[in-house]
T-cell receptor, first 113, second 113 residues
Framework: KAGVTQTPRYLIKTRGQQVTLSCSPI?????VSWYQQTPGQGLQFLFE???????NKGNFPGRFSGRQFSNSRSEMNVSTLELGDSALYLC????????????FGEGSRLTVL | GNSVTQMEGPVTLSEEAFLTINCTYT??????LFWYVQYPGEGLQLLLK?????DKGSNKGFEATYRKETTSFHLEKGSVQVSDSAVYFC????????????FGAGTRLAVHP
């Protein structure tokens, strides 16, 4: 079965712009989590959604937001981009609220100039 | 706070050598522990997990034992292959954490023929 799909895979933005990233989870998975991966900070949890509800949020500014749709697809948005937002953004899905195993997509690599 | 510390890489080994990647954690409760692997150009994949003290997780020849007394979850493999070259991440999560993983910095493994 198809894995976690993230779009776009690569994008370049300039400071001050906003960006929307999309994630399609594995069919049947209802939990979607987002992580930011950078060389300096490593992998950091952004937020998690289950059945369209955000249940957990990491320590990121309000510029980072997300949502989940009724078909479990999720989007995350970063507004007023800063240079430090350049990162690989990873989406992960899981079948349940405490499944313990996450299935990751290949990520969306954002470069902010 | 809760955190995961991994040995710094890169770790460079010859094929068929023994592998150990150290992982220790700091946690206020009793987390579940995971090893994820990221092959070049791919998303993270769960390698193995353990949910309580003294549990041993194993997969593809890799093993790790949850040691509460030393707060450790070291990854081992008896004989590595070139195809094991990847970045390995140790991680923890808590029940009630809604699929939030706290990752270590990652350890890059390079295996040469």
């Amino acid at each position: 079965k198809a894995g976690v799909t993230q779009t776009p895979r690569y994008l370049i933005k300039t400071r001050g712009q906003q960006v929307t990233l999309s994630c399609s989870p594995i069919s049947g998975h209802r939990s979607v989590s987002w992580y930011q991966q950078t060389p300096g900070q490593g992998l950091q949890f952004l937020f998690e959604y289950f059945s369209e509800t955000q249940r957990n949020k990491g320590n990121f500014p309000g510029r980072f937001s997300g949502r989940q749709f009724s078909n479990s697809r999720s989007e995350m948005n970063v507004s007023t981009l800063e240079l430090g937002d350049s990162a690989l953004y990873l989406c992960a899905s899981s079948w349940g609220p405490e499944a313990g195993e996450l299935f990751f997509g290949e990520g969306s690599r954002l470069t902010v100039l | 706070g809760n955190s995961v510390t991994q040995m710094e890489g890169p770790v460079t080994l010859s094929e068929e050598a023994f592998l150990t990647i150290n992982c220790t954690y700091t946690a206020t409760g009793y987390p579940s522990l995971f090893w994820y692997v990221q092959y070049p150009g791919e998303g993270l994949q769960l390698l193995l997990k353990a949910t309580k003290a003294d549990d041993k997780g194993s997969n593809k020849g890799f093993e790790a034992t949850y040691r509460k007394e030393t707060t450790s979850f070291h990854l081992e493999k008896g004989s590595v292959q070139v195809s094991d070259s990847a970045v390995y991440f140790c991680a923890l999560s808590f029940s009630g954490g809604y699929n939030k993983l706290i990752f270590g910095a990652g350890t890059r493994l390079a295996v040469h023929p």
